[in-house]
């Protein structure tokens, strides 16, 4: 029976934790209720708490407090997603029940979890049950109730997850759109995967990180190799998640025999895998996606290799990514801490977008700093922490442009000297229907209401592919069909795009636009996106009918209706 955690194995739980929470990224990922592309709460959650992973193997630690610490304030700005927020702020609460700890027992341990519980409802203005918070607040109610008589933290552990798990069987029932779907809250699905790699720890048995396994192998005898046969110099194997299960990877495979050679490409219904020598493995990586999502690359120089192996060095290879990995790591953490400029006026401005063209928009519209991110790249709270602290302004207002960025941008006011403003935008348009009405005359709750306000204002239609087949609401979705949503609401599904554009029009008809613009994005050609165009000049001829290249990844069109 164990008692007591020390700073070895909470630091040991914690990685655990992770390592099997990444493992089950992609299972969790599937739960996302619509097939939207996106940050996806595995990926986020995964992300989150590996910050806190990076920040224990850098560090040394003796108490039980200094590694709560360690991994609430790593969490806490590496924060992704709504989900990942949440997630930090649970071990921020878990961090602060720990304090003066050097080590702790059952009661200890479940006191933190539900200060944490605590913590995480107290920061979220609506919190929603059937939610991740639903999840971890029956799971430390347990885990109390326990601990009011036990001391074993196997058991303890055990009655958490237990009712943890009957907590997620039951948010399919308490959340209506997961009901329609049929599935549970997959922010649930990951806490209860952190809680059982923790539980593995303290059983002695450590989940372990374990890097996708390669299927693909040269067998190349690069010492043997002399200059004139090595023709193509960069051993590249990567893998693609596809957007379409039946897509046609023949003029892919022509494209790549035309830029190197030794070409291998292996595939099933939902990815393919490419092993080829090229002097270009950029080129080969670009026009892969094409075709799908890169998931994973490994690229070599087979020159440096084979001058290594001849002077009788060790060749590099990315097997030694992990060792160059740490080293970078700790280079980056001896860093000086980011440092607040100096204000040199009054207002300032972030916003988080993707795209040349969304970029040259917001930069136009007077905006300071710009975070590249968005759908599929939601950026942690220090991404955006860094650009609100590169403004020299006392008050710096932040546009998300994304609800599942909003959280993550909320966390950086308690983290800098500056006010931080975070505007509710949702959406691109949103964004920019709040930068229109900026006004520095205005005082800040003043122009903090007029900015919200517009974000009204605008109707934003979104049209991307479905990123894998769902069913939602009786309604079947394949891959690879465009898909469209209306203020983040799923809206309808076909392979016709022109059917998708009717339908988007008939359901923003209502709001009686005066101007629709239209943002392309960087897989759609100016010629096509005119089409787009004088459709919707055709469908709405009293209305101002705007084009601009966005060069957005994701969205093939964002369209805005106001």
Not at 254 to 272: C, H, K, M, R, T
Not at 313 to 336: G, H, N, Y
Not at 456 to 479: C, N, P, Q, W
């Amino acid at each position: 029976m164990i008692q007591s955690i020390d700073a070895a194995l909470f630091k040991s739980m914690i990685i655990s934790g992770a390592a099997l929470l990444e493992q089950n990224k992609q299972a969790i990922n599937e739960l996302n209720v619509f097939p939207v592309p996106d940050g996806d709460t595995g990926t986020n959650m995964s992300l989150t708490i590996g910050s806190g992973v990076t920040a224990l193997k850098n560090g040394s630690f003796t108490t039980v407090t200094a590694c709560a610490d360690a991994v609430a304030s790593a969490l806490l700005r590496g924060a992704r997603g709504n989900s990942g927020v949440i997630l930090s702020l649970l071990f921020r609460g878990i961090a602060k029940s720990l304090k003066e700890k050097t080590a702790c027992g059952a009661a200890e341990l479940a006191a933190a979890f539900q200060r944490g519980v605590d913590a995480a409802y107290k920061a979220v203005m609506r919190p929603t049950e059937g939610t991740i918070l639903t999840v971890s607040r029956i799971a430390a109610e347990a885990g109390r109730a326990y601990a009011e008589t036990g001391s074993d933290l196997e058991e303890l552990f055990d009655r958490m997850i237990a009712a943890g798990d009957v907590a997620l069987a039951g948010t399919t029932e308490q959340n209506p759109v997961l009901k329609k779907a049929g599935v549970v809250d997959a922010g649930g699905k990951g806490y209860l995967c952190i809680l059982r790699g923790m539980l593995s720890a303290i059983l002695g048995s450590p989940i372990e990180h374990v890097a996708a396994e390669e299927q693909v192998s040269s067998g190349a005898d690069f010492a043997g190799l002399s200059d004139e046969e090595i023709t193509f110099a960069f051993d590249t194997v990567f893998i693609v998640r596809k957007k379409d299960p039946d897509v046609d990877l023949d003029p892919f495979r022509e494209y790549l025999g035309s830029i190197g050679d030794s070409l291998v490409i292996g595939e099933d219904d939902d990815a393919f895998k490419v092993h080829v020598h090229t002097n270009t493995p950029g080129d080969a990586l670009n026009a892969a996606q094409q075709y799908g999502v890169l998931e994973l690359a490994k690229i070599e120089n087979m020159v440096t290799q084979r001058d290594d192996l001849a002077a009788g060095r060790k060749a590099q290879s990315t097997d030694d990514l992990e060792a160059v990995e740490k080293e970078l790591e700790e280079l980056e953490a001896q860093k000086d801490e980011p440092v607040d400029v100096p204000p040199e006026k009054k207002y300032g401005l972030v916003a988080v977008c993707a795209g040349s063209g969304m970029h040259a928009v917001f930069k136009n519209l007077g905006v300071d700093a710009l975070v590249t991110g968005g759908q599929t790249m939601n950026p942690s709270t220090e991404d955006i922490l860094r650009a609100v602290q590169a403004v020299p302004a006392e008050t710096v207002f932040v546009l998300p442009n994304n609800k599942n960025i909003i959280m993550a941008a909320q966390q950086c006011d308690r983290l800098t000297e500056k006010n931080v403003v975070v505007i509710p935008s949702k959406t691109v348009p949103q964004g920019i229907s709040a930068l229109v009405c900026f006004d520095d005359s205005l005082e800040p709750d003043e122009l903090t209401d007029a900015m919200t306000d517009a974000c009204g204002t605008v109707h934003t239609a979104l049209i991307t592919y479905a990123a894998r087949d769902s069913e939602f609401d009786g309604s079947h979705i394949k891959s690879g069909e465009y898909l469209a949503l209306l203020e983040n609401q799923l809206l309808a599904s076909t392979s016709d795009l022109a059917e998708l554009i009717s339908g988007i029009a008939d359901a923003v008809r209502g709001f009686d636009p005066e101007v629709i613009t239209i943002f392309y994005g960087e897989d759609v050609t100016e010629d096509a996106a005119k089409e787009v165009e004088d459709k919707l000049a055709e469908l709405f001829p009293d209305a101002d009918i705007q084009l601009i290249s966005g060069g957005q990844p994701v969205y093939y069109y964002m369209i805005s209706a106001e």
